[in-house]
């Protein structure tokens, strides 16, 4: 069993940065992918990025690549979300989940999420 809390989202402008943290419980963490994903108003849940147990980052969102980058603490049973020069349509829920698995497509499941941390980026 994995609990994850999410922290560090905000009400920023268009330009500036955030990180994203999400806190897990349980002995298990360091062997799951990790995998931030968002949901913005009136849209579906959609992947921004995952990485490898060993913090390897496995696969970034088109939307993601160049401006964010995820890494991990298994020692401290962190996992972060830097995220860089925020647009007005990063503006989202953000999501940390455990044990992420693309099914097909933009289809992905996860075996863990946490509650989400909102993220509004204004222009």
């Known amino acids: 069993q994995v609990q994850l809390v999410e922290s560090g989202g905000g009400l920023v402008q268009a330009g500036d940065s955030l990180r994203l943290s999400c806190a897990a419980s349980?002995?298990?963490?360091?062997?799951?992918?990790m995998g931030w994903f968002r949901q913005a108003p009136g849209k579906e849940r959609e992947f921004v990025v995952i990485i490898s147990p060993s913090g390897i980052p496995i696969s970034y969102a088109d939307s993601a690549k160049g401006r964010f980058t995820i890494s991990r603490d298994n020692a401290k049973n962190t996992v972060h979300l830097q995220m860089n020069s925020l647009k007005p349509e990063d503006t989202a829920v953000y999501y940390c989940a455990a044990d992420a698995r693309r099914l097909s497509g933009s289809r992905w499941s996860a075996g863990y999420w946490g509650q989400g941390t909102q993220v509004t980026v204004s222009s």
């Open positions: 349980g002995r298990t963490f360091s062997s799951y992918i």
